[in-house]
Every structure is written in structure tokens, then in C-alpha cells.
């Protein structure tokens, strides 16, 4: 993870820690006014949101993300290693015959799939 992965994601944790606490505290005021902004009409009063609840809400889906995050992180590293593990693929040699006077290439259907399973990968057929 880079550096600044990191730094997000350890600031993630200590603001799901500070929603957490926020929504089991007892506050005096236990709504907000959501606004939007309406340009140069100024803002209007859309709803009133309980602190709590949405501050249980954030810490819920801070977690979530952080948790989908180390979940893809550790995909990432198993795909990565069965990646290393694969034997490079060693063609057999080709010959070539000729058609309408040309040389055409040509490799055994057989012996190139055989190659690809030997090296550790699935051949399908169609």
C-alpha cells in the first residue's frame, strides 16, 4: 500500500473512532440542519439529521470500506504471487509450409496446448 494509502487509511480508523464515540455521547442539540446551496439564491433548510445516528452511520461505513479495502489488498497479493508462481510458456518450434506461394508459419495445436497446461495455466477448446 503506498504511503499515502496508508495515511488515509489510518486516518479512516481514527474517524470511525471519533463517529463511534460521538454517536454514544449525550449531546444538547441532538439534530443538524442539512442545507443545500442554491447559488446566488442563498441556501435552503432541507432536513434535520439526528448527530447521533448519523455519526453511527459514518463510523458504520468508514469500517465497511475499510474492510473492503484489506480485502482487496489481500487479492491483490494472492494474485501477485500465483502470478510469480507461473512458468513461462515455451512454444514448440514452428515450421512453415507453403501457400499460393508464400511461407506460412505453422505450430501443432497439440503441442501448444500441451506447452500451456505443462506450464501451469487451462486451455480451453472450442
Given at each position: 500500500?503506498?504511503?499515502?494509502?496508508?495515511?488515509?487509511?489510518?486516518?479512516?480508523?481514527?474517524?470511525?473512532?471519533?463517529?463511534?464515540?460521538?454517536?454514544?455521547?449525550?449531546?444538547?442539540?441532538?439534530?443538524?440542519?442539512?442545507?443545500?446551496?442554491?447559488?446566488?439564491n442563498?441556501?435552503?433548510?432541507?432536513?434535520?439529521?439526528?448527530?447521533?445516528?448519523?455519526?453511527?452511520?459514518?463510523?458504520?461505513?468508514?469500517?465497511?470500506?475499510?474492510?473492503?479495502?484489506?480485502?482487496?489488498?489481500?487479492?491483490?497479493?494472492?494474485?501477485?504471487?500465483?502470478?510469480?508462481?507461473?512458468?513461462?510458456?515455451?512454444?514448440?518450434?514452428e515450421?512453415f509450409i507453403?501457400?499460393?506461394?508464400?511461407?506460412?508459419?505453422?505450430?501443432?495445436?497439440?503441442?501448444?496446448?500441451?506447452?500451456?497446461?505443462?506450464?501451469?495455466?487451462?486451455?480451453?477448446?472450442?
Open positions: 500500500m503506498t504511503d499515502k494509502l496508508e495515511a488515509l487509511r489510518l486516518e479512516a480508523e481514527t474517524l470511525s473512532g471519533l463517529m463511534m464515540q460521538l454517536a454514544e455521547n449525550e449531546i444538547d442539540s441532538d439534530s443538524f440542519a442539512v442545507m443545500s446551496d442554491l447559488g446566488e442563498g441556501t435552503e433548510h432541507e432536513c434535520d439529521l439526528p448527530i447521533t445516528e448519523t455519526a453511527l452511520r459514518a463510523s458504520a461505513v468508514i469500517d465497511q470500506l475499510l474492510a473492503a479495502l484489506e480485502e482487496k489488498d489481500q487479492r491483490i497479493a494472492e494474485l501477485q504471487q500465483r502470478l510469480q508462481q507461473h512458468k513461462p510458456i515455451k512454444l514448440p518450434a515450421f507453403k501457400v499460393s506461394g508464400q511461407a506460412v508459419s505453422v505450430m501443432g495445436t497439440a503441442a501448444v496446448m500441451h506447452r500451456i497446461r505443462s506450464a501451469g495455466h487451462k486451455v480451453e477448446v472450442e
